[in-house]
T-cell receptor
Framework: DQQVKQNSPSLSVQEGRISILNCDYT??????FLWYKKYPAEGPTFLIS???IKDKNEDGRFTVFLNKSAKHLSLHIVPSQPGDSAVYFC???WGQGGSEKLVFGKGTKLTVNP | DSGVTQTPKHLITATGQRVTLRCSPR?????VYWYQQSLDQGLQFLIQ???????AKGNILERFSAQQFPDLHSELNLSSLELGDSALYFC?????????????FGPGTRLTVL
């Protein structure tokens, strides 16, 4: 049972336009949501996160939106650049007592065309 | 470069064998996490250690075990290997045990079981 789902395996956008990556989750216990970016032959790199008590978090060109009632989050990249081409993983976190579990989606491969 | 090192980079072995993957966390990081990325399952959390103690377990098989040593490096032992164990294994580290946005990933070890 996949608790974090990224339904689009790939996305292609033009340079300068907006990229929107989507993610759905099922577990109400998740209290923190994150996006990671991954280039080939490298480990994932943290991009941006949002706490479950917020609905939006911005960091430069990256904005994450959280809709708790719909159990949905999205990552907006504006404007998209060719260097943003990578696999993007959505992840959700919960834990207690000093432990933490991260559950990842299967990723969306973003291609930004010049 | 995240500061997390993993050895070896690549490992090719046969079914039934046992292997050990090694991870050195970033300097000062006390928490270590292991993840498995396979083609069909995406990134899956296996286990977390904090300052030598096991803190959380995910989808880790009984054939797999891990430990974190006093110098904080960690090893993941995989035994009775099966074809399906072929995957990328990532290690991540963080200063504190509950800061998912502060997890830094290593480059991974690619395990191929023939």
């Amino acid at each position: 049972d996949q608790q974090v789902k990224q339904n689009s395996p790939s996305l292609s956008v033009q340079e300068g336009r907006i990229s929107i990556l989507n993610c759905d989750y099922t577990n109400s216990m998740f209290d923190y949501f994150l996006w990671y970016k991954k280039y080939p032959a490298e480990g994932p790199t943290f991009l941006i996160s949002i706490s479950s008590i917020k609905d939006k978090n911005e960091d430069g060109r990256f904005t994450v939106f959280l809709n708790k009632s719909a159990k949905h989050l999205s990552l907006h990249i504006v404007p998209s650049q060719p260097g943003d081409s990578a696999v993007y993983f959505c992840a959700a976190s919960w834990g207690q007592g000093g432990s933490e579990k991260l559950v990842f989606g299967k990723g969306t491969k973003l291609t930004v065309n010049p | 470069d995240s500061g997390v090192t993993q050895t070896p980079k690549h490992l090719i072995t046969a079914t039934g064998q046992r292997v050990t993957l090694r991870c050195s966390p970033r300097s000062g990081d006390l928490s270590v996490y292991w993840y498995q990325q396979s083609l069909d399952q995406g990134l899956q959390f296996l286990i977390q250690y904090y300052n030598g103690e096991e803190r959380a377990k995910g989808n880790i098989l009984e054939r797999f075990s891990a430990q974190q040593f006093p110098d904080l490096h960690s090893e993941l032992n995989l035994s009775s290997l099966e074809l399906g164990d072929s995957a990328l294994y990532f290690c991540a580290s963080s200063v504190r045990p509950r800061r998912a946005n502060e997890q830094f990933f290593g480059p991974g070890t690619r395990l191929t079981v023939l």
